[in-house]
């Protein structure tokens, strides 16, 4: 069975702050990768997602991430965060074969204007 | 349309009740999901239905009932649950359950049992 870690569980920023928040996974075949993000009160929305291809991601609202293989790692980031990015943030994965979401810890995000 | 949409949003009830979550999308797809969230925890996946039929079971107790009636709707029916069962429970939908695919959530229905 696949699992995530997000090692972050807490991160404090002040507007115009890069983020990076971190993500790696275990799992002994391919995967896919997904960052959603909860904003408060709010439903799971898609930032984006890896399948396959360029291993960097361009997703919603500016984030990016970069799947590195060797690393087993799908960081997410992004270059200047504002204070509406104040959320919580989930890695996730399925099996190339299969679409059940494992997903990670989450990473709460604040961001001080 | 990329909307899931449940019901209702918040449910008060007794560990003796019978009640029911409902969980619907218009977008088509034909694999619908149902996700246990504690607080400050991610989402645990419970129930998988692929073509209105009932996939996967992550050994979710009995007190909990999933039923799809038709490809658009999606109930979790609930009796006899324990204050422990208090989370968000969200709904999901994709495609089809076996390519891999984006879910889309729902709000979900926050669950308080007493």
């Known amino acids: 069975a696949q699992s995530v870690s997000q090692h972050n569980h807490h991160v404090i920023l002040s507007e115009a702050a890069s983020l990076e928040l971190g993500c790696n996974y275990s799992?002994?075949?391919?995967?896919?990768l997904f960052w959603y993000v909860q904003y408060p009160g709010q439903h799971l929305q898609l930032l984006l997602k890896?399948?396959?291809?360029?291993?960097l991601v361009k997703g919603i609202k500016g984030f990016e991430a970069e799947f590195i293989k060797s690393k087993f790692s799908f960081n997410l980031r992004k270059p200047s965060v504002q204070w509406s990015d104040t959320a919580e943030y989930f890695c996730a994965v399925t099996p190339s074969q299969g679409n059940m979401l494992t997903f990670g810890g989450g990473t709460r995000l604040m961001v001080k204007p | 349309d990329t909307e899931v949409t449940q019901t209702p949003k918040h449910l008060v009830m007794g560990m003796t009740n019978k009640k029911s979550l409902k969980c619907e999308q218009h977008?088509?797809?034909?694999?619908m999901y149902w996700y246990k969230q504690k607080a400050k925890k991610p989402p645990e996946l419970m129930f998988v239905y692929s073509y209105e039929k009932l996939s996967i079971n992550e050994s979710v107790p009995s007190r909990f009932s999933p039923e799809c009636p038709n490809s658009s709707l999606l109930n979790l029916h609930l009796h006899a649950l324990q204050p422990e069962d208090s989370a968000l429970y969200l709904c999901?939908?994709?495609?089809?359950?076996?390519?891999?695919?984006?879910?889309?959530f729902g709000a979900g229905t926050r669950l308080s049992v007493l």
């Open positions: 799992y002994g075949g391919t995967v896919n």
């Open positions: 999901a939908s994709s495609q089809d359950s076996v390519i891999p695919q984006t879910q889309y």
């Open positions: 890896y399948f396959s291809g360029d291993p």
């Open positions: 977008m088509g797809h034909r694999a």
